[in-house]
């Protein structure tokens, strides 16, 4: 059974910093394209920063670039989103997914994913 479960959220005031860990369990995730997503109220869910799994090459949204950086490590089974200048925008609820269900498409951050995980809290302060 595979699983994701992410760690790290909390609150913070602005221009403070945040790392969001998602430890995967149950299969290996070398070949797994991965992302973060963020779900901020009244707003639809949207890619925050993704990597594919051709190439290594990562994606982010124009609204966390230079800020927001995306990593995975393979031998620990775990993606990571470190979070730096953080805005109050950036409140919401941010889940991690990997493994690319269809095969359209260039950017990380638009595939569909097989496995989520749960989600984890991000307040941020003004």
């Known amino acids: 059974q595979v699983q994701l479960v992410e760690s790290g959220g909390g609150s913070v005031q602005a221009g403070g910093s945040l790392r969001l860990s998602c430890a995967v369990s149950?299969?290996?995730?070398?070949?797994?394209?991965v992302a973060w997503f963020r779900q901020i109220p009244g707003k639809e869910r949207e890619g925050v920063a993704g990597?594919?799994?051709?190439?290594?090459?990562?994606t982010y949204a124009d609204a966390v670039k230079g800020r927001f950086t995306i990593s995975k490590d393979n031998a620990k089974r775990t993606l990571y989103l470190q979070m730096n200048t953080l805005k109050p925008e950036d409140t919401g609820i941010y889940y991690c997914?990997?493994?690319?269900?269809?095969?359209?498409?260039?950017?990380?951050?638009?595939?569909?994913?097989?496995?989520w995980g749960q989600g984890t809290q991000v307040t941020v302060s003004s």
């Open positions: 990597i594919d799994s051709r190439g290594g090459t990562t």
């Open positions: 149950g299969t290996p995730i070398n070949s797994w394209s």
């Open positions: 997914a990997g493994f690319r269900r269809s095969s359209a498409g260039t950017n990380p951050t638009n595939y569909e994913y097989q496995y």
